[in-house]
C-alpha cells in the first residue's frame, strides 16, 4: 500500500510539479504538514489552502457505511462470516466459529496442540461450504518445520470418512493447501507481502501462521537495546498487512504464538497479562490477590501484539490426555472453557454434563 | 482596521509584494482600490478584486468581534456556561455506577479517553455508546446519531445487533410500565434498522486515512447534524508504528486534539477516543501507563482507565474536570456492559 500520488488526488498539474519542487509527491506528505507550511509551498491563500486539504483528504479518505449496510451484507452469505471449527460446544459460544475478516491468534505451551489444531483447520477450510467449510484454499507459513502431510491426510480420512472415500478426494485436498517454509522475520514478512497476489490467484480462503512466535524470538533478544523497538514495529507492520488482507478478502487468519515465563522478583513484566485467563496459574487456581510465584506464564510477544489480534484461543494442560480450550480474547465471547482430547481425528471435545 | 499587512490570510508571495510596496495596514489597502492596487504591485485587476475581498472579510470578522456581537464569537459569561452544561444531556452507558462516577454519562462537547489493556471491553463500551445516544428524548436519551471511526477493525456488526436489541427491549419495557403516549411514538422509529442505519462507519487503514478522515469530518457533521457522538477506536493504532520521526507525531497528535475538540464543540458533540496501554520500565518494576506519550495525556478532557483486579474488570476515572476520582467494578454481559 504506498502512499498514493498527489496527482492521482486531481490536484492541478502545475500545482503538483510545484510541489515536488520541495519534495512532496504524495498525500502522506501533504497531509502532514501544517496550514502554514502549505502556504508556503503552494503559494495559495488560507482560504484555498483548506479547499486543497478537502480535496486530497477526500481522495484519501475510507468510505462511509453504516452498520445496518454492514449487517445486510453479513446477511446475505451468513456461512462466509465464520469458518466453523466443528466443535460443536466451542462454535456456539463464537457465534459460529473462528471470524473471517480479522486475525485470531492460538497460544499454548509446546505439545498441546496448536499444530494439530492448525491441521485441522486446514482440513476444514478446504470443505465444501454445504459442510461447513469455504470452499477454498489454505495458504500455510510454517516457520517451525512442523507440518506434517500424513497427520493431514489422517485427519482428513477419520474426521469425515464419507466425504474422503477415495483416494482422489484426498489428493485434491491436499492439493489446495499451499505450504511456504519460512526461517527468518524478514521473509516471513516477503511471504506476506507477497500474498495478495497468490489469494486472488488461488482463491484462498484461509491463511494460517505457524507460528510466529518461534521466528520472533529466535532473532529479537529483548534485553538487548534496540531490540523491543524493532520487535514490536515488525510485529505491527505484520499485523496491519494481515488485518488488511483478512479485511479485504474476508478470510480468517490464524497464527500461532508461544507461552513465556515471568520471573516475579525482578522485572515482572505484569504487562503481558492481557486477561486474567492468560495468566494460567490464575485460572487453575493456584495463586491469588496479587502474589506470583515465581515462573508463571503468559502469553508471548508483548502488549502491542495483543492489541493486534482481534481473538485469543488458549489451549492448555489439564489431567493428561486431557487438555483445555479458552477462549480469553473475543469481541463476541465471553471467557469459555472446553475440554477437548487429541484423537487420530483431530480435536474432540468433552462434552460436559451441563451442554 | 489598523490590521498589519503581515498578518492577512493572503497567498505569500502576494503578501511579501505589498509589504515590500510599503503598505502596512488593512486600511491602505482598502483605500487604494482593485485597479490602483493591480497597477503599484503589477498583479491583475482580478486578482487584486479577490485580495480585497480577503482583506475586507478579515476586517469584518475582527470588527463583529471587538463589538461583542453573539454567534461569531466563542466567548460567554460563566452563568450562561452554567445554564449550558446544566441544559446538556449525557450520553449514559446503560452501566449505573460507571455513569455515576462520570457525572451522569459521557459528557457532550468534552474529549473522553478510555484507556485499557487488550481485551478488557474498551471497543465494547464504544459499540454500547453508539446504541444509546440514539435513544428516544423521552426514555432519556439524546436521539443522535454516532459515527464510528475503526483503526484496528474490531467493529462486529453482530456485537452491535445483540447490544441494540437488548436496548429497543429495554425501552418496550419501560414504554409499557409508563404507558405514556410519546413513548409509545418515539419505540415506532426507534427499531434495530434504524438504529443500525445511523451508525456511520469509517475503516481507517493508517495514520493518513485517520488525519483524512478528521479533516473531513467537519463538513460530514454539518450534512449530518444529528449526530452527537464521534467514536474513535484505537487513536494508539496507527501512531505506534512505523514512526521514526518522533516529533512529527506528537505534532499529527496535537493537531488531531486540536481539531477534535474544535469539532466536539462546535456541533456539540462528544467524542470518546480509545487507547492502548503500553510498558514502561523502570528501574525496579515496570507498569502499564496509556500510550502515546505524555503530551497526549493532555488531549482529553476525562480519562478513564480499564484494568484488571484477578478476575474483575474495573474501571477508574483517572482525570476528569467535575468528578473526583474514584473505580468501580463493571461486567460485561451479552446485552450490556453492566
Not at chain 1, 511471504?191 to 520472533?216: F, N, P, T, W
Amino acid at each position: 500500500m504506498a502512499p498514493k500520488k498527489l496527482r492521482r488526488a486531481r490536484l492541478s498539474q502545475e500545482l503538483c510539479e510545484r510541489l515536488s519542487r520541495y519534495q512532496i509527491t504524495t498525500c502522506q506528505d501533504f497531509l502532514c504538514l501544517s496550514l502554514l507550511d502549505l502556504m508556503k509551498v503552494t503559494g495559495q491563500s488560507y482560504r484555498n489552502v483548506q479547499k486543497l486539504l478537502c480535496k486530497v483528504s477526500l481522495a484519501c479518505a475510507p468510505k462511509m457505511q453504516t452498520a445496518y449496510e454492514m449487517k445486510v451484507r453479513r446477511a446475505v452469505n451468513p456461512s462466509s462470516a465464520f469458518l466453523s471449527t466443528s466443535l460443536h460446544g466451542l462454535d456456539k459460544v463464537l457465534h459460529g466459529g473462528v471470524p473471517c475478516g480479522s486475525l485470531t491468534e492460538i497460544t499454548s505451551p509446546p505439545g498441546c496442540g496448536k499444530t494439530q489444531f492448525c491441521i485441522m483447520m486446514s482440513v476444514l477450510a478446504t470443505l465444501p461450504v454445504s459442510m461447513g467449510g469455504l470452499d477454498g484454499a489454505v495458504i500455510y507459513i510454517d516457520t517451525e518445520s512442523a507440518f506434517s502431510a500424513e497427520r493431514l491426510v489422517e485427519i482428513a480420512g477419520n474426521r469425515f470418512p464419507a466425504y474422503f472415500d477415495s483416494d482422489e478426494k484426498l489428493f485434491s485436498m491436499t492439493r489446495s493447501i499451499y505450504l511456504y517454509r519460512e526461517l527468518t522475520c524478514g521473509s516471513v514478512l516477503k511471504r506476506i507481502k507477497s500474498l495478495e497476489e497468490e489469494i486472488i490467484s488461488k482463491k484462498v480462503k484461509l491463511i494460517i501462521i505457524d507460528s510466529v512466535a518461534s521466528v520472533v524470538r529466535k532473532e529479537f533478544d529483548t534485553k538487548l537495546q534496540g531490540n523491543l523497538t524493532e520487535r514490536s514495529n515488525f510485529l505491527a507492520r505484520g499485523a496491519s498487512l494481515l488485518k488488511y488482507l483478512a479485511e479485504e478478502f474476508s478470510i480468517p487468519v490464524i497464527l500461532t504464538n508461544q507461552i513465556t515465563t515471568w520471573l516475579s522478583n525482578g522485572l515482572a513484566i505484569q504487562a503481558d497479562l492481557v486477561s486474567p485467563a492468560d495468566d494460567l496459574c490464575l485460572s487453575e487456581g493456584a495463586s491469588g490477590g496479587g502474589k506470583r510465584e515465581s515462573g508463571s506464564v503468559t502469553a508471548a510477544l508483548g502488549n502491542t501484539w495483543s492489541h493486534s489480534v482481534n481473538t485469543r484461543l488458549i489451549l492448555q494442560y489439564h489431567d493428561l490426555p486431557t487438555r483445555q480450550i479458552l477462549v480469553a480474547k473475543s469481541p463476541v465471547a465471553p471467557f469459555s472453557a472446553f475440554f477437548y482430547t487429541v484423537e487420530k481425528s483431530g480435536f474432540v471435545l468433552q462434552e460436559t454434563d451441563s451442554e | 482596521m489598523q490590521r498589519d499587512v503581515g498578518s492577512l490570510p493572503l497567498a505569500p508571495a502576494l503578501r511579501a509584494r505589498l509589504v515590500a510596496a510599503g503598505f502596512q495596514t488593512a486600511q491602505e489597502l482598502l483605500d487604494t482600490g482593485p485597479c490602483g492596487l493591480s497597477k503599484e504591485i503589477g498583479i491583475s485587476k482580478e486578482e487584486a478584486l479577490e485580495a480585497l475581498q480577503v482583506v475586507r472579510q478579515e476586517c469584518h470578522s475582527d470588527a463583529t468581534q471587538t463589538a461583542g456581537a453573539p454567534g461569531t464569537s466563542r466567548k460567554c459569561t460563566a452563568l450562561e456556561l452554567l445554564e449550558q452544561e446544566q441544559a446538556q444531556g449525557f450520553i449514559i452507558t446503560f452501566c449505573s455506577a460507571l455513569d455515576n462516577i462520570l457525572g451522569g454519562g459521557v459528557q457532550l462537547t468534552k474529549i473522553t479517553e478510555i484507556c485499557g489493556e487488550p481485551g478488557v471491553g474498551k471497543t465494547q463500551l464504544c459499540m454500547q455508546l453508539a446504541v444509546d445516544v440514539q435513544i428516544p428524548e423521552c426514555f432519556g436519551g439524546l436521539a443522535g446519531e454516532a459515527v464510528f471511526i475503526d483503526t484496528e477493525g474490531s467493529f462486529m456488526v453482530d456485537r452491535v445487533v445483540d447490544v441494540a436489541t437488548a436496548c429497543v427491549q429495554h425501552c418496550q419495557l419501560i414504554a409499557e410500565a409508563h404507558q405514556e403516549e410519546d413513548h409509545l411514538k418515539a419505540l415506532e422509529t426507534f427499531s434495530l434498522e434504524s438504529i443500525l442505519s445511523h451508525i456511520y462507519y469509517f475503516r481507517c487503514r493508517d495514520y493518513i486515512e485517520l488525519l483524512a478522515q478528521v479533516y473531513l469530518l467537519p463538513d460530514f457533521l454539518s450534512e449530518h447534524s444529528k449526530v452527537r457522538l464521534v467514536v474513535i477506536d484505537g487513536i494508539a493504532f496507527p501512531f505506534r508504528h512505523d514512526f521514526e520521526d518522533l516529533s512529527l507525531r506528537t505534532r499529527l497528535l496535537n493537531g488531531l486534539a486540536q481539531q477534535l475538540i474544535i469539532i466536539a464543540n462546535d456541533h456539540k458533540a462528544a467524542v470518546v477516543l480509545t487507547n492502548q496501554m503500553t510498558t514502561r520500565i523502570g528501574q525496579s518494576q515496570s507498569t502499564l501507563v496509556p500510550a502515546l506519550g505524555e503530551s497526549w495525556g493532555h488531549a482529553a478532557t476525562v480519562r478513564l482507565i480499564f484494568h484488571w483486579d484477578n478476575n474483575q474488570r474495573l474501571a477508574t476515572l483517572y482525570k476528569s474536570p467535575s468528578q473526583k476520582e474514584s473505580t468501580i467494578p463493571y461486567h460485561i454481559t451479552v446485552s450490556a456492559l453492566l
